[in-house]
């Protein structure tokens, strides 16, 4: 196995659906915290009513924040749970499409509302994925 890599486990899975109207990351990451869920891949289908999005610009070391206040398809969004601060933590990007086609995306943020939301969450098991600031990047990493 390559340096860096960890094998893991499956674990439980979770299929379901959100509320409209709640926000996309709050309502995943009260999930896994509730369900005790520290680890997990993390998919997601369905609308937006408004998405929050950002742009990591690397030599700043900062994230431009975006969002389109018109409703939008989530055409692509990949995710995964781990910890940050003791909690379940959401890191997703995302591409959402407008009625044109024409798509936006990046870092997934709170405030994306959520019209119709179709989640899989598959918790992973035998890693202990905890995020700690990487003086290289200036992220928050495994």
Do not use: K
């Amino acid at each position: 196995m390559p340096a860096g890599f960890t094998e893991i486990n499956a674990g439980r899975g979770f299929v379901g659906r959100l509320a409209t109207g709640g926000d996309l990351v709050e309502e995943i990451e009260r999930f896994c915290a509730e369900h005790g869920i520290l680890a997990a891949q993390v998919t997601v289908i369905g609308a937006v009513r408004r998405a929050c999005y950002a742009y990591y610009e690397q030599h700043d070391r900062r994230y431009r924040e975006l969002q389109t206040d018109t409703h939008h398809e989530i055409v692509g969004f990949t995710g995964n749970i781990s910890l940050r601060e003791d909690r379940p933590f959401l890191h997703a990007h995302a591409t959402f499409a407008d009625a044109s086609g024409a798509t936006v995306g990046g870092h997934l943020l709170r405030g994306c509302e959520v019209f119709a939301a179709e989640v899989m969450i598959r918790e992973i098991t035998g890693v202990s994925l905890v995020r700690v600031h990487d003086d290289e990047t200036g992220l928050a990493l495994w």
